[in-house]
């Protein structure tokens, strides 16, 4: 692929003409934020905080689906992108119950992350307080839909990584949830093949190992990405 | 079958029917007011009184005064009657004979007909939806056949591009233009789809299309196929619609049967095949890549553009989707030029345009009208203003569109008009408030729709429509403050900024637009500050940074 | 060659011929549920196991799609059923008094089916008949230009004197 020059944030940089404004900016240590992107997986833009501003166009861009292009000019950090993520962030933890203090990802969670790059200090927006459960029927995992922000990571990980598409989305809008085989207990999810990457997948404490600590869950993630290298570009560096 | 042919079936078709023809509209409005009674009533009227040899009595799609239906017109005089009676059949059958009838007379020179100008609905009402016959006996077809022996593929497009047509669905995108994107990608495998998804509520133009005349949309497939290269297409049709799935599925079988459409139609290596998919409630699936989605037994979920469809839609292949209302405009356009199609409207917006009138005012049903024509002259003199009272608001676009107030009435109709008015042309839903609707409320309800309606997958729109809406309901039960409204407009800001698709982009329209005309009704519903301090203030605990 | 259902219903053969018709394409989906619903009424998990594996989906991509569509039910609806248009025309004209009209007489919330199976409540987007607002379908039938008072003697006797 032929190399093409940008900026972002002023910065010029030349990048392979087939990368993602996202990929060019993580290679230039310029940091965008994301939550549904994962390395290794399919895009599908749907939590909108890695947006940018790309001079000539009135529309902000996807910076982890929108391609590179000769010429361009990108902004990631202006501040009504600041306040716009920071918004969604507050939008987030107004959906669901975020309880950092007794979650098992506290400390290693990336909406958490996210909350402490914008400046959250507060909500604004009223908590939708929906009734969510707790499911522990797996024998290894659990799922705890107070936690979860929708993001598809588990979805696409166990499709498209493991095959197994125990993972999907049922209902739509606010009633979404994520689900496993028929809406079925985990555990009697004959699909799973209990490989455990929909956990190390997950952004945040929604899936998680059982009886695992806070270290543990840290642990995890490191090997998915070891997993990752693996498929993407044949390097096995752990 | 060459042109000649099919003018000579037209003509046979036309010998055949009788001197006196009885018109009884059967689309699904008059139907649930028992126009199949009706009709059925004229028919033994007619034999009763012996006429049978030279009076036919024969069920046609919409008449487009819905409010007065079952309606029923007689030719060649023209006569119309309204809310018929089948007890009025007889008397209405007796006025051939010179006798007097107690039928509502309805007067067509009334500015609700007298200032149509039909090319879309030029069919509908006229003739059986259900015999493709009727269809052939008014030059159908014929477009068809023109193009496959007379018109290379490109100037079917650069036709289509000089009539200035624009997409009926509701973002105006020159047809012609799209077409041209489709017909140079290099692809061997492309689709056309049709959008008869017709999700704006208040919305029934589509539907009354294809329930009055679906061969004139399946034609206009066929013609687009023809210019880009496809030979597969796709029906994509509301679930709530039988009535139109079922006259849908009779003209395909016909027009399969008569060789118009499938294998080498009219004997041209020309090959098109239709399907009709049927969708299962949600609105959402009229975005295009949604209804992409959906055709592939997918959840109805937008996926960014680009690549937009014109490169990659079903399939993976170049798709071109097109609205029922644009596809029924090609074949006029083809038979009777582009320049004529281009004379009529204005100097961005060609052509005319159905919209769907209802609300308060007193003639509800469907007109079309040229581009450029005044809302005024729509609602006021067409539609017989409100009955209660004065008109107060036009809404038009439905959830995606605005409400326009009073004052703004003398506002031409055409897309960037509409837009500068902070609404959209929308698919064609024209619905009128009058002093009693309450314009909070109606935001209120829009924005209940749309969050009802949102797939979930961006979180912009998922979770911000749920604030927006909640936010407008206490402004409603009068428990908000003015910080609510800015509140208000600063989740509309971020929700049309960022959200994934145009559900979520134009969500926040009907409230911006009568936060923009009717500020006021919000101002009144406020409480006096100092504002109740924000209810999440107290409970979460906050992440604490990583240590 | 499809795995015959065990319990030997004959509207699993039908369901079976139409999945054959779409030679049994996961892109049927949609196809398929509607069938299955007409069929069947409701689309229960059995049900949607069934078309799973005979379609060779995952049955978690067969539930999150029939749950993404309203038009899918997957409990068994009233021998009567309402549907109450809520589009803005009807909105604008009353929809509201007619939905509260219904769940006072019938002591059930819209989209519920009451507990003796008599009667559903439900909404609908918009029929497509604003020309007639306010309007309801009743048992498949639209009725148009309503208010309160006719709507209730429309579904009289739905509530026991079985004269409908
Ligand atoms: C939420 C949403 C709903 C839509 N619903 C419809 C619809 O019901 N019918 C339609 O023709 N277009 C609808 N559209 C527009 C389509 O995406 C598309 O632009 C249109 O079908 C293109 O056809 P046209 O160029 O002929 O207008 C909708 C768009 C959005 C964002
Ligand atoms: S469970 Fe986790 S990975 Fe799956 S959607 Fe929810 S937050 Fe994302
Ligand atoms: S804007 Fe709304 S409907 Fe569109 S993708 Fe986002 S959540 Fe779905
Ligand atoms: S990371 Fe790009 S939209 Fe979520």
New interface residues.
Partial sequence: MNSITLTIDGKLISAPGDQTILEAARENDIHIPTLCNLEGISA??????C?VEVSGSNR?A?SC?TKVAEGMQVQTATDRLRE?RK??VE?????RN????VCVA????E???L??TVG?????????YPSCSVDVTHKEFGVDHNRC??CTRCVRVC?EVEG?????????????RV?????QPWGT?T?CTSCGKCVQACPTGALFRQGSTVAEMKKDRELLDFLMTAREKKQWIG | MELAELKELADKEKAEQKPIRIRCCTAAGCLSSNSQAVQQALTDAVTTAGLADRVEVLPVGCMRLCCEGPLVQVDPDGAMYGKVDPGQAASIVGTLQGGQTEARVIDTNMPFFRDQVSIVLENSGRINPERIEDYLSVGGYQALLHVLREMTPNQVVETMTRSGLRGRGGAGYPTGVKWGLIAKQPATQKFVICNADEGDPGAFMDRSVLESDPHRVLEGMAIAAYAIGASQGFVYVRGEYPLAIHRLEIALRQARKMGVLGTQIFESPFNFRIDIRIGAG?FVCGEETALIGSIEGK?GTP??RPPYPTESGLWQAPTLINNVETLANVAPIITRGAEWYASIGTAKSKGTKVFALAGKVRNTGLVEVPMGITLRKIVEEMGGGSPGGSIKAVQTGGPSGGCIPASALDTPVDYESLTALGSIMGSGGMIVMDDATKMVDVAKFFMEFC??????????C??????MY?LLARIVEGEATAADVA?LE??CD?VR????CGLGQSAPNPVLSTLRYFREEYNALLQPAPPAP????Q????????? | MTDAHPSGDKRFKLLDASMKRYQFQPDALIEVLHKAQDLFGHLD?DL??YI?RNLKL???????VA??YHLFSFTPKGEHTCLLCLGTACYVKGAAKLQATLEKQWDLKLGDTRSDGKMSLLGARCVGACGLAPVAVLDGKVSGNLNPEALLQLVKGWDGDGTR
Wanted: net charge positive; aromatic share 6%.
């Fill in positions: 599908v833009g749907a939590c909108r905080v947006l902000l996807p689906l716009y918004m969604i939008l987030l933890f107004a959906e975020h309880i950092c203090s506290n400390g290693n969670c909406l958490q992350d909350a402490v959250m200090d507060h909500v604004r927006y009223e908590y939708q922000i929708l499709d197994a598409h125990t993972w999907d989305v049922s209902g739509r809008g606010m009633q979404s689900i496993t085989d028929l809406n999810a699909s | 949600a959840r996926r960014p969050m009802d309606e949102s797939c979930g997958k961006c979180v912009p998922r979770a911000g429509t749920v604030q909640r509140q600063a989740l971020l900024n960022t959200s994934l924000p209810p999440s203030n409970r979460i605990p906050l992440p604490v940074a990583r240590g | 998990h949607l196991l799973a995952p049955p978690s991509r067969v539930y999150g749950t993404f």
